[in-house]
């Protein structure tokens, strides 16, 4: 009943399932301005608020005067501690088990914290009450290097923890001290340090920086008194979580709480968390009676509203004189900012850092993370990459350089001799994880080949010897970088949110006609959700893409997700998508094996419907299932054709990559030069490859970001001297360099579709990738680590330290 | 402090249609176009003039409407995204090219780069790729690594020009 005019390819193709390079659905209304983002709602009657913030880094506020603002025309509230405390929302509990000020109480602890928040009938009007409000601040001396947070006679920051030895995570040991984590053996690791012929010892710093999406972060909150419901409308990667968690600090039910994230652009990490003006406008709305927006301009975006990296990595390797890997001990100092609002999972107080040791197969290894607390602004999420794994990789791939250095081995052979090697799979790694499938050697001699990489490191060599004998001011860097990710939080076993466990969800219904909807409980920001989740469904239920319609983003419609990021919505909720579409999929199998008359085992699946075993002609296809489900189902059988899946996955996925990049770099000006860059991705099953590319370029745009300028910048005093586009480095189409994408598949061994996730990978792999290029480049001048961002000043810089320059 | 001026009447024409309203002084040309005329497709991504998400067509220049107040573009024409679609209603070659090609994915900065780009194939109908990168430079996108948009940017030019798109050789 197929169409059989159609060849088996036309058939596939009319799916555009997976491994199609559909194009995107949701291009149509972004090209078109028709894009419905936070700020595009507007509900009749709705005020704006706007926030007080506090010019100094750490000060005591002795007045707020909010007299004057009040008279300013359309001013209609200005909410400050003391009206939150009222209803017991002055402070508010963070992700990582701390408690954070929603607004200033009695004291500030970071620049532009939040001290008061203005309600009036317009953007404007809120803007002049803010300017009107008075504050009286009493400063106090400042803590911004993370190396002196844990002087004895350092300033003592949060007075609030006074006399608490414990925190959320263990014992504390200062009073700025959050938490010491360790994993790892760490008699094993000292002796494996005392028995080596080899060590290496740096401290690697990964500075602060800030994810900073071009839609801010945003909402508008509307109480509905008489309903005693609460709708927010929000720029939310995890909206479910964002519902819980209100219910959980507002005392409202949850049922009576409505979440809607509409399109968002881009999240990168930054929408993760709950910030404060989510929580004002809430109250504000529930004060006034009426809708309130909060939309902050970029400078609060890049000031205050979360941040990520700021770890200072102390690394140790001890290796044989052949170049093989025996132990890895690692310290971080974790720089926190005033309050600990990591986003993390909440059992991982450093992320899944202990990802550390890459790659590579280390015996041993022992990882040991101090957070303390600074005045610089709460945060600490995942800026596009699974948490804290950028870093991890950023810390063992730079390491791993030195130590290639140290043994005066080429870092591709030295990292080649020290791969897990494919049949070691499942691999327990020393510090915990077990990682699930990965073919290291191969991916890194494909990018090897590439590129040419031993011709250009003759290059390399003469470009040298011509620096040397004074012929070029140029110096060029070949750097190579290797990482396996860890995504797809996760396993409920040991991942949850404020105790929720990690799972994801996808409920598919299919409507008579053959086409259907799939709700799910991510949330995309611009990944194309709307496109790949019905490249799954198409595959795995033969109903074409173009039929099905994705939704996300409304808490009332949606199952119950943990959302999107983290690189976990392909690992976790597209397993969801897979196992729902079956669970129909063995209903239509049913209804199939009735209408054709065989038993069910003398089915088999071919593209779009059921054929009988032997019997080509005899076929049903999903398009008439879908009608007899409905309207004609087997006798007993309940009508319908619908499914939701709720999927805990039994294991992280381990998608992995082989990046090469050649620099140029002037030693008299510092400005470098992206030759080219190269970036093999191995995230497993590809379901959409045009999509992948994309993600790809843009995640090393980011990472070249990262790696050559882009900084959260602090003075002693505590200003931000990088709080907008002027100062933050955002490249330009000028800037970013060309990116050439390769990729091998070697699918996930536990993931119904065996895909893992590629989002993130570019920013992980990327950022060492660009810094082992600049620090390569000036390794024959003497050094061994630049730290970032390496900017042309701080090229300048080291070229000048190093005696290139006069 | 400042207080709330007297309203001004402005006029002028967007997307082809004579419009008019009240505003204060200090009124950016970009809320007016998003608030008053409930054209939301232009977004506002900095308030600084560097992102150029806010992109608009003013006689015939592209401008960073949220550094423009309503007051100065009294009497212009002014195109923003929502009038970029041809006149049938379907994509332009640019829409279509920056669909065709993923030249977009959170879809933020899309119409600010698209209004651009109409206006640098006006000033330039064949555009090489360093100048297309050079052109549009004004706006930033944090998705795309900006390759997918001079595809999508070649694409355009090359329909409108009636010819074959070929992708140059890397």
Redesign the interface.
């Given at each position: 009943m197929n169409d059989m005019t159609l060849t088996r390819e036309q058939r596939e193709a009319k799916l555009e399932g997976m491994g199609c390079k559909r194009?995107?659905v949701?291009?149509?209304?972004?090209?078109?301005?028709?894009?419905?983002?936070v700020?595009?709602v507007?509900l009749p009657g709705m005020l704006h608020g706007d926030f007080v913030r506090s010019p100094h880094a750490h000060a005591r506020v002795t007045s707020i005067n909010t007299e004057?603002a009040l008279k300013?025309?359309?001013v209609l509230a200005v909410i400050t501690a003391e009206t939150l405390k009222t209803v017991n929302l002055a402070w508010m509990p963070t992700l990582a088990g701390d408690v954070q000020m929603v607004l200033a109480d009695g004291k500030v602890l970071f620049q532009n914290q939040e001290v008061a928040f203005v309600v009036a009938t317009d953007?404007?009007?809120a803007d002049?009450g803010v300017?009107?409000v008075e504050v009286e601040y009493e400063e106090l001396p400042v803590l911004i290097d993370p190396f002196k947070a844990l002087d004895p006679d350092a300033p003592v920051l949060r007075e609030d923890l006074a006399g608490k030895t414990t925190g959320a995570h263990g014992p504390r040991k200062h009073h700025n001290h959050i938490f010491e984590w360790t994993v790892g053996d760490k008699d094993l690791t000292d002796a494996a340090f005392r028995k080596a012929e080899v060590t290496i010892k740096e401290m690697i710093s990964y500075h602060r920086t800030h994810p900073?999406?071009?839609?801010?972060c945003q909402c508008l909150c509307s109480f509905d008194k008489v309903k005693g419901e609460l709708t927010i409308y929000g720029t939310f990667q995890a909206p479910h979580v964002i519902r819980t968690v209100v219910a959980l600090i507002a005392k409202i039910p949850e049922h009576k709480i409505h979440v809607i994230a509409p399109?968002?652009?881009?999240g990168?990490g930054n929408k993760v968390g709950a910030y404060p003006g989510y929580i004002c406008a809430a109250v504000a709305s529930i004060v006034t009676g009426k809708p309130v927006k909060w939309v902050e301009?970029?400078i609060e975006n890049l000031t205050a509203t979360s941040f990520a990296r700021d770890y200072h990595m102390t690394t140790e390797i001890a290796a044989s004189k052949e170049g093989k890997v025996t132990g890895l001990r690692v310290h971080v100092l974790a720089d926190h900012g005033a309050f600990d609002a990591c986003a993390d999972p909440s059992k991982w107080p450093a992320g899944f850092f202990n990802i550390v040791t890459g790659s590579y197969d280390f015996p041993v290894a022992h990882l040991a993370v101090d957070g303390i607390y600074t005045n610089k602004a709460p945060g600490g999420v995942a800026y596009r990459c699974s948490f804290r794994v950028t870093e991890a990789a950023y810390c063992i791939e730079r390491a791993m350089d030195i130590l290639a250095q140290k043994l005066g081995m080429d870092p591709a052979e030295l990292r080649l001799r020290n791969f897990i090697r494919p049949e070691q799979f499942p691999y327990n790694s020393a510090l915990g994880w077990e990682y699930d499938s990965g073919d290291y050697a191969t991916a890194m001699r494909k990018a090897m080949e590439t590129v040419k990489y031993a011709e250009l490191r003759k290059e390399q060599a003469s470009k040298r010897e011509a620096f040397k004998r004074g012929e070029t001011r140029e110096i060029m860097g070949l750097g190579v970088s290797f990482f396996t990710e860890i995504v797809g939080a996760g396993p409920s076993k040991n991942c949850d949110i404020l105790g929720i466990a990690m799972f994801d969800s996808c409920e598919i219904r299919l409507h008579p006609t053959g086409a259907g909807i799939a709700r799910m409980g991510t949330k995309s920001?611009?990944?194309?959700h709307e496109t790949t989740w019905a490249q799954i469904i198409a595959t795995e239920i033969g109903i074409p893409a173009d039929n099905i319609m994705v939704e996300e983003g409304n808490t009332d419609t949606a199952p119950y997700g943990l959302g999107t990021y983290g690189s976990r919505s392909t690992p976790v909720a597209g397993a969801a998508i897979a196992m729902a579409a079956r669970k129909i999929k063995a209903k239509a199998q049913m209804i199939a094996a009735y209408k054709l008359e065989v038993h069910e085992d003398d089915l088999e699946w071919d593209i779009d419907g059921f054929r009988v075993k032997g019997l080509p002609e005899k076929f049903l296809g999903m398009k008439d299932i879908c009608w007899i489900a409905y309207n004609s189902p087997p006798p007993g059988m309940e009508p319908g054709l619908e499914a939701v899946s709720y999927y805990d996955p039994p294991n992280m996925t381990y998608p992995f990559g082989a990046y090469i990049c050649v620099m140029d770099i002037d030693v008299d000006t510092g400005v470098y030069k992206v030759r080219r860059f190269y970036a093999l991705d191995d995230c497993g099953t590809r379901i959409n490859p045009?999509?992948i590319?994309?993600?790809v370029?843009?995640g090393?745009?980011?990472a070249f970001a990262i790696a050559m300028g882009q900084e959260i910048h602090y003075d002693e005093s505590g200003n931000v001297t990088t709080g907008?586009?002027?100062d933050f480095f955002?490249p330009?189409?000028?800037e970013?360099p060309?990116?050439?994408t390769d990729y091998t598949v070697t699918p996930s061994p536990h993931h119904p579709i065996g895909a893992k996730g590629v989002g993130e990978s570019p920013n992980v792999g990327g950022v060492p990738c660009f810094s082992n290029a600049v620090n390569d480049a000036f390794s024959f001048l003497g050094s061994t680590h630049i730290q970032m961002p390496h900017d042309y000043w701080r090229n300048w810089k080291a070229a000048k330290q190093l005696g290139a320059v006069g | 402090?400042?207080?709330?001026a007297k309203k001004t009447q402005v006029s002028m024409k967007v997307n082809g249609a004579e419009v008019d309203g009240l505003v204060?002084p200090?009124?950016l040309l970009v809320?007016f176009i998003?608030?008053n005329l409930?054209?939301?497709?232009?977004?506002?991504?900095?308030?600084?003039t560097?992102?150029g998400?806010c992109t608009v067509d003013l006689d015939g220049m592209s401008v960073k409407s949220c550094t423009v107040f309503a007051v100065q573009a009294d009497g212009a024409d002014i195109t923003?995204?929502?009038g970029?679609?041809n006149a049938d209603g379907t994509?332009s070659a640019l829409?279509e090219g920056?669909?065709?090609m993923?030249g977009?994915?959170?879809?933020?900065?899309?119409?600010g780069m698209?209004v651009r780009a109409h206006r640098l194939l006006r000033e330039n109908p064949n555009p090489t790729e360093e100048e297309?990168?050079?052109g549009?430079?004004?706006?930033?996108?944090?998705?795309?690594?900006?390759?997918?948009?001079?595809r999508a940017i070649q694409y355009a030019a090359a329909k409108i020009n009636g010819v074959e798109f070929k992708e140059a050789a890397?």
């Open positions: 194009k995107r949701e291009d149509i209304r972004f090209t078109q301005g028709k894009g419905n983002y700020d595009d507007k004057k300013v025309p359309g953007r404007y009007a002049d300017n009107a900073s999406p071009l839609e801010t399109d968002i652009g881009g990168f301009d970029r920001q611009g990944q194309g045009m999509i590319e994309g993600q370029h843009g090393l745009t980011e907008s586009f002027m955002i330009t189409a000028v970013t060309k990116w050439e | 402090m400042a207080t709330q204060e200090r009124t809320h998003r608030e409930a054209l939301t497709g232009t977004h506002i991504g900095c308030e600084t560097h992102c998400a923003t995204i929502e970029m679609a994509l829409q920056f669909r065709q993923h977009l994915q959170c879809g933020f900065c899309t119409p698209i297309i990168r050079f549009i430079a004004g706006n930033l996108c944090r998705c795309t690594g900006y390759q997918n948009i001079v890397e």
